[in-house]
């Protein structure tokens, strides 16, 4: 049993408790705590609560997350690319088009099922039986860096980092259209869509800060290539912000224009570079992947014209 402790503040007061620990508990769905809830695993100043309870500010919450079941998802002999590893953790540059956990319709193939064999099994249990060792994760058609844990106790300082905002993390992007200005920032909180809630949207409902940094890395006139720097890690942030501006991401399926350029498979954005503190050693690593190959394809049909 791995419990977890938090503090309210009077601020907090009003808010229902399931919601409070999704967007203070990394890694766990709303879902998940509330089938804690129902089982008796959160309490407030030493009460179990349902997951309706309405928090009153200045209480000790107590999260028990049951340990991880035997994982179902069988390990699997795929390649990876690791830019790093040791006892505590590796760094994956994640190719596009690879799902990073298993979920319905993608129970095999993906990153965890090549962990578990690269791995033999050493991975953190904190995100659960689907997601072992996922510190965080990027979208399936998002190329570039992921950090991996390979026990609880890296697994919850890398978690704090990000929480904290201290993760250096660093994406290259192709959006549409043109900027007046070399570099800006996006502040613009993050929520799910109302209308479709598949989708996140800028919002100020029921959203949490959302902060991007950009630099004009070289335009094109009709595309810009750029370089993102994420603040914060909502979900489909970068594709959101940009969205938001009036410059998506090109190929994005999602938050893009309804003629897709199909030939990108997904949208072009890649995670590439990431740095943090070591968990143990603390000593601040970074890393950079090139770009890939779909990108530099790309990037080549733009100045050859052969994109408008």
Known sequence: MNEQFYLTDEVDAGERIDKWLCENADGLTRSAIQRFCESGGVLANGKTVAKNYRLRGGEEILLRVPDAKPLDVLPQNIPVEILYEDDDLLVVNKPKGMVVHPAPGNWDGTLVNALLYHCAGRLSSINGVIRPGIVHRIDKDTS??????????SHSMLAEQIKEHSFTRIYNAIVYGGFTELEGTVDAPIGRNPSDRKKMCVTEKNARKAVTHYSVREPFG??????????????HQIRVHMAYKGHPVAGDPVYGPKKVITSLRGQCLHARTIGFVHPRTGAYLE?????????????????EGKVR
């Not at 009709?222 to 979900?235: I, K, N, P, Q």
């Open 144 to 153: 570039g860096l992921l950090i991996v844990a390979k026990n609880d106790f």
């Open 222 to 235: 009709a595309f810009t290539d750029l370089v993102l720097r994420l603040e914060t890690g909502r979900t």
């Open 287 to 303: 890393f950079t992947s090139e770009l890939p190959e779909y990108y530099l394809q790309f990037l080549n049909s733009i100045k």
